[in-house]
């Protein structure tokens, strides 16, 4: 039976849908609409069941485009997600304005279930609910009590879903026709004053307080955590620590997925027959999804700390001291987490946009977004840094390299910031968004939450990512194996005459070949197509054959240096080939990799959008190229001139 | 005495008249938000802007651009 769980927000929904699915979950699109749905099976005694979690709403009338699925699959019954029950969660601590979207759901010929959620809380604060008295105003909807976030009460609901599945539901709230047009506002407003007005008159028999006894915890924890100085102290002392776990502790498993694939990929390459299939998998698929897997770690940890500021109750702080700080931006303080994502991947950043009702404040999010420097970019600013800046300490403790390295975060930020202000000026507004929200009360998180949402989080990117991340390593793979007819075997008899080829051992002659392969290969003579235009950042082709094969993914950059100098070992820190790059020379014997051009390239990667993944995944929230498109040529233009710039002020 | 939603200090209580934004109106009546409902202004953020108010029992945030709107009249002790 098709199942679907309604409520307001903050009520413990999602609460309940884990705790009737668990992982069987799986996160979709709802037709149309770029609202996330979860759906998920569970089993009662008797039947197996499809639960779908609709977005929370206070009402069944939209105020976006977005919300307009709660009204479509509800009125229409041919819509692919209308629900044959529906389970109705509410706050029993505020249960007047949830009972709202409850009494407009038993208006509609559905069967469906009141859950009582949240009964501690109601406890705590002094509410007393005649539950018997309430039902006899309800004859149609089984009322449960329930504490989800304890998991109390899953049994009776289970139950009830059970027993109610026979019954013909005949009864309704209110005598009028409902529900009204989708954009008559007046009669909705008419309606809902009406279903509060009768709301209020049961609620006088209903629910008794005993004393409005305020939660003193929760406005203690307030005064400092939204105080003008220790508020913002806090959330950058956090930020700090969310941030150090990230670039040290992930490192570790980092290392260890990257070590593994590395051994398969070389495993591989012995078990199979050399040839072209051995080469797809040894360096164009295995190396490929490794690229994808590396940055699960951090992905995983800085989604776990989100969670659990979100479920603690911390994040709508945040969000309530950052707005205004934000708003001259053209971004919302909801924009904060997004960006504050985005840091560790942009993909799993912009998805978590969606929590901005400002279409405006959204799109500018949306863009600016990858300009945050992702994970991707390590690998490429610590190799760059290693290369051109020296191993000093200023003042005897603080380490240039590591002031650079900070340098190119503030630069990303920076831009990001002034980029909003630009975007602000020249993009419409369609229609304007409101902050107005529920400041929740201060909660215990509840671990088993938090732990599905990382497990989410982590198979969007995966999945999101991953195929296209996959798709283009092979593309790559494809361009850097062949080469017009003739093209790689010239390369490889000039490689062969060389001195050097002569008087060197097996491992580095292949090596050299396939150095000498990819220059003659397509990839190779797109990066000498190019070689003009990037000459002014001071790059030369086998720079630009790099460039090129970042956009499957930016680290891509570290691997494709290591065969275009034909260096055959990976470890110790890139060593072999640094000492490489540092050798490399260009036509009048200067070095290649001058400071001017290793901070042009770190400039070039802050600004460039080179993921596609991150495309693709502006496209599909954003409904349109156009916006994707618009990332890519701004991004691109800020790359060239900030690298032009750099490179010829330092040359 | 009549003033809007965004002139009141921290600490005050006041009842409300009207909502007088045609779109904040269905907002804010569905979130429970009536003639006759006593608010107290709880904090204002840094900055002064947004506001969290209690209603009913819980804390709304809104921006002053978004209070404005809404029409309180001081609540008599």
Redesign the interface.
Known sequence: MKIALFGNPNTGKSSIFNLLTGLRQQVGNFPGVTIEKKSGVFNTTKNKHQLTDFPGT??I?P?SKDEEIVYNALTNSDHEDFPEMAIVIVDA??L??NL?LFTQLYDFNIPLILVLNMWDVAER?GIKIDVANLQDHFPAAPIIKMNARIGLGKDRLIAAIDELDDKAKKDSFIASSFPCLIDD?EA??EE??LR?EKIREILQDVQHEKS?IKNTLS?KL??VL???FW??FIFVAILMVIFQFIFSFASIPMAWIDNSFVMLSSWVDHQLPPGLLNDLFSQGIIPGIAGVLMFIPQIALLFFFIALLEESGYL?RV???M???MRPFGLN?KSVVPLMSSVACAIPGILATRTIADWKERIITIIIAPLMSCSARIPVYTLLIALVIPKTYLFGFVSLQGLVLLALYFLGIISALLLAIVLKKFIRAKN?G???????EYKKPRWRNIFITVIEKVKVFVWDAGKVILAISIILWVLATYGPAGSMEEKIVLAKKTEFYNHTNEVQKLTIISSAKLEGSYIGIMGKIIEPLITPLGYDWKIGVSLIGSFAAREVFVGSLYTIYAVHDESDEHQNLLTHLKMAKKANGAPVYSLATGVSLMVFYVFAMQCMATLAVVKKETKSWRWPLLQLVIMGVMAYIGALISYQLLA | MSKSLSEIIVGEKVTVEKITHPYLTTKLIEMGMHAGLKLELLYKAPFGDPIAISMNGSILTLRLDEAKFIQVCSSPL
């Open positions: 206070y009402s009338y105020h601590s505020n007047e304005r709202l604060r506002k909705q407003n809902v004053l509060y409005s406005r307030d005064r939204i105080h003008r508020g913002y709508s969000v309530f001291i707005d205004r700080l303080g304007k409101f902050l107005i929200m529920e400041m929740p």
